[in-house]
């Protein structure tokens, strides 16, 4: 099960939830193979909304290692994806806006706290 309050969604592949996460590790993993030297870069590319096939493996890739995913970029390009590419593309998309979107002002996107004791 997901997280969306950890930054975690799901990659659907032949039916099940493969968790994905962004985490710093996997984000350095991505500045390292889009070759851009820090964070801000890294949203930018992603920004410019021009992700080739070989990019949205790399994001789902790094997703699902920084969720404790042990895939290898060929492995999980080789993932038969519910919803072929147009699912794989989304699920990439879902990771980014995730990782990087401001959340709405005014909105408190934390989990609610337990009630004091």
Request: net charge negative; proline share 6%.
């Amino acid at each position: 099960m997901v997280n969306r309050y950890r930054g975690e969604i799901a990659l659907m592949v032949e039916g099940r939830a493969l968790p994905m996460r962004l985490t710093l590790g996997a984000l350095a993993e991505l500045e390292d193979a889009f070759s851009v030297e820090n964070l801000p870069a890294l949203g930018e590319r992603f920004a410019a909304g021009r992700l080739s096939a070989r990019d949205i493996t790399r994001i789902l890739s790094a997703g699902l290692r920084g969720a404790g995913g042990t895939l290898a970029t060929d492995e999980v390009a080789a993932l038969s994806f519910d919803g072929g590419l147009n699912g794989a593309i989304a699920a990439a998309i879902t990771l980014l806006d995730v990782t990087f979107a401001p959340s709405d002002e005014g909105t408190d996107v934390r989990p609610p706290s337990p009630p004091a004791a």
